[in-house]
């Protein structure tokens, strides 16, 4: 468990053992003194990281393990919610009688069994199916209509949903464009992975190519903590962060300064996708169509609604780095409650200045 500090190697009363035995017995020497020190400190690291270690949201299959960014995060998370700007779409639901085999494959993450139904947006032709499992914290109403809050331009790239239930909020995309969310999850959190299905819908990512890499390269800082675990999660936090600006006049949530990440935000502008005509234009019939997109039928009557365009925010004209994204950076997140958090950080602190005293004492002889 992410907030257990016991060794997965030696357990805490074992240690306390040796050390006795090590005070008591004259006949150890210097060498085997400090192999058991080593052996202390090796296990009391791997406890500490083993927080760090906990994998909550995946990104897509990687052919290689995700590379963490060398650059700094301008806050710990996302504190803003995409639900109260971003329009909702109407729909119509159709349950299905068999569970498709794109959701039956994963009895792992739903013990009580899926409902699985197709939901048609007003905004296409096409519906989407969603799986969601008996036990699942959020309702099938709310899983429609969070889904619904992705843009339709994005929202096109998106297959199957599954929806399963978990005490912590996390999810992670398929390749496929497959979706799975775990427990409450934010409109920002289906934006993100969304991106996800974007990113990967023609089978070589954005995020993978030498112009995004370059922009990164070019920037000193990302988001958060989280888009400092590889450049495809990098690309699926921009992608929040630049439809949140695109419906608060070009501007960015305040705390956040576009400075120190004018690169990546540029990469995303150039996108064909980020438009507000393609990404909020009320049909997913864009043209010219993407092969690579998975909802490309016009609706038939296309709504008459409006994304507004809010206010800009005040911004921030410096940055004040809250965390190195070269340290030891998760694997996975959710906006709700990032894997690194400065709980974990503040945890390590604490710890290490309590074990002060004896200890250090010990060590240190």
């Known amino acids: 468990m992410r907030n257990s500090w016991s060794s997965p190697g030696i357990a805490s009363t074992e240690l306390h053992d040796v ?31 083993a927080p760090l270690r906990f994998r909550l949201r995946d ?14 995060a301008q806050q710990d998370s996302f504190d803003f919610d995409l639900a109260t700007t971003l329009v909702s779409s109407n729909s119509t639901i159709e349950t299905l009688q068999t569970v498709p085999a794109s959701c039956a494959a994963y009895p792992s993450e739903c013990t009580s069994g899926y409902q699985a139904v ?22 099938m109403d709310t899983a429609v209509e969070r889904l619904g809050r992705v843009p339709v331009g994005l929202r096109r790239y998106v297959g199957t949903v599954l929806v399963s239930p978990d005490v912590e909020t996390h999810a992670y995309t398929l390749t496929s464009g497959d979706i ?10 289906w934006v993100h992975e969304a991106a996800h299905a974007y990113d990967w819908a023609s089978g070589t990512p954005f995020s993978g190519s030498a112009e995004w890499i370059e922009a990164i390269g070019n ?5 958060d903590t989280y888009s400092a675990t590889s450049a495809g999660e990098d690309f699926a936090q921009m992608t929040v962060m630049k ?22 935000m540029q990469y995303m502008s150039n996108l064909p996708l980020f438009n507000r005509e393609d990404l909020f234009g009320g049909t997913c ?23 507004p365009n809010y206010p800009a ?9 809250v965390v190195n994204a070269a340290q030891d950076i998760p694997d996975g997140s959710s906006k709700k409650d990032n894997a690194v958090s400065s709980f974990d950080y503040l945890g390590l602190k604490l710890a290490v200045h309590f074990m002060g005293g004896s200890m250090i004492g010990w060590l240190l002889s």
Not at 219 to 223: A, F, R, Y
Not at 287 to 301: C, E, G, I
């Open 19 to 49: 050390y006795m035995i090590t005070l008591n017995y004259d006949g150890l020497d210097q060498m085997a003194s400090l192999i058991l020190k080593l052996v202390f400190l090796f296990s009391f690291a791997s406890s500490l990281a």
């Open 219 to 223: 920037d000193t800082c990302v988001p």
């Open 59 to 72: 990104a897509p299959s990687p052919a290689v393990e995700p590379v963490p960014l060398k650059l700094r």
């Open 285 to 307: 019939a864009i043209v010219p169509s993407d092969p690579f997109s998975k909802h490309a039928a016009a609706p038939s009557v296309t709504p008459t609604r409006v994304q």
């Open 243 to 264: 439809v949140y600006s695109m419906i608060h006049s070009d501007s960015l949530p305040t705390g956040w300064s576009l400075d120190c990440m004018s690169h990546q």
């Open 118 to 139: 197709n939901v048609t947006y007003d905004d296409c032709g096409d519906a989407w199916t969603i799986c969601r499992c008996n036990t699942a914290n959020m309702t």
């Open 313 to 321: 925010q005040p911004q921030t004209s410096s940055v004040i780095p």
């Open 180 to 189: 799975h969310v775990f427990g409450d999850a934010e409109v920002d959190t």
